[in-house]
Structure formats: C-alpha cells, structure tokens
C-alpha cells in the first residue's frame, strides 16, 4: 500500500433540506483509503452510506468538506471534470447492476470506454479481455437482459473495470443475490482488487464480506467508526 491515500474524505457533511429544516445525514467525517486496501462500509440502513459512497464517488457534493483523489483537492472541479475523473479514476458496482439490457454483455463493458473517446477497434478486445477475466467470454454476445443476476454482476464489475480506475466503489454489490451466487462474486471482486491493486470501499449488510475486508467502517448516528 502506498502512503498516499487514493481516495480521501475530509470533513465531509451533508445536509439536505426537508421542510421541517435542514436534516444533517452525517457531518465531519473523515475517512483514507490506500491502494491495495479492501474496506467494508457498514450501518443500519437509512444511515447515510450510500450517500457517502456518492460523495467519495464524485456524483454528489458535500455540504462541507474536501475530497482528495490521489492527494489532489478534487472539491472545486467543475462538473465535466469531475465526469472527466470518474471515468478514468474511479470503477462503481451498484446493488441494482444499471446494465442496458438492450446491449450485448460485450458493449455494456465498451461503454465508458468509448465515452471517453476510445476508438471501436480499440474498446473491443480491451472490453472482451475483462469479459475473460470474469469468467464471462462465453457469454460476450448475449444480451444483458437474458442474463442471470450473477452474471449480469460479472459484466458490471467488468465494466467497472474498464476505464483501469485506482478505485474500486460498490453498494450491495451482492444484495440481489442467492448465498452461493453472492459468495463467487466476492470472491471475484477480491480477485480482481488484488490484479489491479485497487483501492476498495463496498458498502455491505453481508456480516461474512464485511469480515473478509482490511478493515470495517460503520456510520452510525451521523459518525464513521471503527469495526
């Protein structure tokens, strides 16, 4: 692991207006992740992880605070910067895959890859070598939407993969999932945390993933702690 973290929260709140006043999610938290690092994000639900996954994930700002890609100060990046950044920096998982079912496993992968400009030629083999890498090659021409929800995990953790991001995000990753089926995806996502040396934080129920992190966080009453 290296000394600076990948991704750094700094004092980080937010406040939303409700219309009986401001309703505070969390205030002033802090919170470093190291490359090669796997943690666990833990807490009741309605606690606010997931919004602090939107913070750290750059799709949401904080009412107060800084968040530090790499050490740099990304808090005042305009909003096609900030699009600019996730897409090379940072690879999201979420509970509810958001695959198109209407696309090929192969292009769902291409996808942030040819946003980023990635010619055809180039985003194919790039996107079908991840496909590979999740035990899903077999599978490269089949619709998104004609398969299983394991599967349909694989292709948005190799999505995830594509843009070669230092970060790796996920919220639930295993929610939707059967014991068994949830268990080979953790595994797969411990996997491919170690080939790419990622930074990972995973907002979890699951007590037997949480346990298999470097460490666990648990935001309780508006606060991150330890364990």
Same mark, same amino acid.
């Given at each position: ?22 309703? #505070? &999610? ?22 606010? $992880?997931?919004?602090? +996954? ?62 980023? @400009? ?36 694989? &292709? ?18 295993? @929610?939707?999932?059967?014991? $068994? ?19 990972? +934080? ?10 298999? #992190?470097?460490?666990?966080?648990? +935001? ?8």
């Amino acid at each position: 692991m290296t000394d600076t973290p990948a991704l750094r929260g700094e004092g980080l709140s937010r406040v939303f207006r409700a219309p009986a006043g401001p309703l #505070a &999610v969390f205030e002033h938290i802090d919170i470093a992740i190291r490359r090669g690092e796997r943690v666990a994000l833990t807490g009741e639900s309605g606690a606010g $992880k997931t919004t602090l +996954l939107y913070l750290l994930g750059l799709l949401d700002r904080p009412s107060a605070g800084r968040i530090f890609i790499h050490g740099s100060d990304v808090s005042s990046l305009g909003e096609h910067e900030l699009a600019a950044l996730r897409n090379r920096a940072i690879g999201f998982v979420w509970q509810r895959n958001t695959l198109l079912p209407e696309f090929t496993a192969l292009e769902n992968v291409m996808m942030p890859l040819l946003i980023r @400009g990635e010619p055809r030629r180039r985003a194919r083999p790039a996107a079908a070598a991840l496909l590979e890498e999740v035990g899903l090659e077999a599978r490269a021409e089949h619709l998104a939407g004609e398969l299983s929800g394991g599967e349909q995990q694989r &292709v948005a953790l190799a999505r995830a993969l594509a843009g070669n991001p230092s970060i790796l995000l996920a919220d639930e990753p295993t @929610g939707n999932l059967d014991e $068994k089926t949830a268990a080979h995806v953790i595994e797969l996502i411990e996997r491919v945390h170690e080939r790419h040396a990622l930074a990972t +934080l995973y907002v979890t129920h699951n007590p037997a993933f949480a346990a298999r #992190a470097h460490r666990i966080l648990r +935001l309780e009453g508006g606060r991150l702690h330890a364990g």
